[in-house]
């Protein structure tokens, strides 16, 4: 058993969503931490006299203790070119991507990218993420490997490309079946991985590969199905060109049988209240990446309008293409993002987003994403005084809502203090 004092926040139900008790906030709270899951988290006072008087306290008041970050869509494979200039979508995967990716058919590369990149994730607070390796068997092995040494929630899958690559990206649709159906027996459920059927985009596979994506899902109830969609005006267009038969980019997922409850799909910018609906009523989830969506001036998403349609969103940093592994960061552009939109994201709902929204999104919400009883004992350590600004801009703030929002504006790795994984200390500031 384990207690750790702070002031600590989670969220049972969307603010959004009006509920009054869709947040709690324990100024002064105790969690408490039994075979790595949440015993109990509440009032510090009430709880400690609970305790026998042996029990080790972890004092961290002064600190703010929220459920581990829930990433729901980032390329491990992409973590060596985030931050590289020029082009819009289409142009950035030819000159980027590409030659990046082709590197992970070497085993020993993509071990030490997984390694890094679980490290990442980890020192930005991130505990879960539904993450793209590339094609290569190997890199979802090193990738599964990686996140099962530190006992990460991950969620991944060998991505399927049959067309539209280059030669070294491309297999056959059967191939990448068999290679997907044996990664499946080999990881899925294997402590907390979890395995997705990965068709890069609509673009990338033929509709056989589409065809035999779907029936994978179909034949293996629990697993997830991740791809990306409506990202870019001229990724739209010839999604149109290639599935003339298709209503819309959307309808082309739906037509192989993709959509459904645990698929996710990344970006959803250009969608009309059709596909909004569709994805609303067979349960699948958007995955909204600001950062991303900025850095290609891909555009801007529309969460009142999700929100409308009664989609699950969750939130992805999309690295490469989004430019910071920080959860917060990343909050913080969303908010820019809507405020383009002429819409708002208050931080009581971005953080609610960033934790159990993803979650949910993820439908790992029993698991993770908060800590009421029972739930994996993923947090973060949040120092709100990280930096000389943000202590400052901090110590003027009279109310949590206020501190949130501070801390999605101008937070990011340095904020993080500590890293817990089911229970146990994963990382430390140094
Ligand atoms: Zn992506």
């Known amino acids: 058993m384990r207690a750790i004092r702070g002031e600590i926040l989670y969220f049972t139900g969307d603010p959004a969503g009006g509920s009054a008790d869709a947040l709690r906030h324990f100024a002064d709270g105790l969690l408490i931490v039994r075979d790595g899951r949440v015993a109990e988290a509440g009032p510090a006072e009430a709880l400690l006299a609970k305790l026998p008087a042996d029990a080790r306290i972890e004092d961290r008041r002064g600190r703010l203790i929220v459920p581990g970050f829930v990433d729901t869509h980032i390329h491990f494979a992409q973590t060596d070119i985030i931050a590289s200039p020029g082009g819009q979508l289409l142009e950035w995967l030819a000159r980027y991507t590409w030659p990046a990716e082709r590197r992970f ?28 390796p590339t094609v290569h068997r190997v890199s979802v092995e090193a990738l599964f490997g990686a996140a099962l040494q530190r006992r990460m929630r991950v969620i991944a899958g060998k991505v399927l490309m049959d067309r539209n690559c280059p030669d070294f990206l491309r297999e056959s649709a059967e191939d990448g079946d ?14 907390r991985l979890q395995y997705a059927v990965t068709p890069r985009f609509a673009a990338t596979s033929t509709p056989q590969q589409m065809r035999l994506a779907g029936r994978l899902l179909a034949e293996h109830p629990g697993i997830h199905l991740q791809s990306h969609l409506a990202e870019n005006r001229a990724e739209v267009a010839w999604i149109r060109e290639l599935y003339p038969e298709a209503r819309s980019y959307l309808d082309v997922y739906e037509r192989f049988g993709q959509l459904g409850p645990r698929s996710v799909f990344a970006h959803c910018v250009w969608l009309d209240d059709t596909d909004r609906g569709r994805m609303a009523a067979t349960g699948a989830a958007m995955s909204f990446c600001p950062t991303s969506n900025l850095f290609l001036g891909s555009g801007l998403f529309d969460l009142a309008q999700a929100d409308a349609a009664g989609v699950r969103v969750g939130i992805g940093t999309d690295v490469g293409a989004g430019t910071s592994f920080s959860m917060l960061q990343t909050l913080g552009e969303a908010y820019k993002v809507l405020q383009l939109n002429g819409q708002s994201l208050s931080a009581e709902r971005a953080f609610y987003l960033a934790t159990l929204g993803g979650a949910r999104s993820l439908y790992l919400d029993d698991r993770i994403g908060t800590f009421l009883p029972g739930r994996e004992a993923d ?49 430390r500031r140094p």
Not at 178 to 189: E, N, P, Q, T, V
Request: glycine share 8%; net charge negative; charged share 20%.
């Open 105 to 132: 058919a070497d085993p020993d590369h993509a071990a030490a990218v997984a390694g890094f990149f679980c490290d990442e994730l980890l020192r930005n607070g991130t505990t879960t993420a539904a993450v793209f």
């Open 379 to 427: 947090f973060v350590v949040l120092d709100t005084a990280a930096t000389p600004l943000l202590a400052r801009r901090s110590a003027a703030c009279g109310t949590l809502a206020e501190r949130l929002f501070v801390l999605m504006m101008l937070g990011d790795d340095r904020a993080v203090a500590e890293t817990w994984v089911m229970g146990e200390p994963a990382w």
């Open 178 to 191: 068999a290679g997907s159906r044996a990664l499946i027996a080999r990881w899925h459920g294997r402590d």
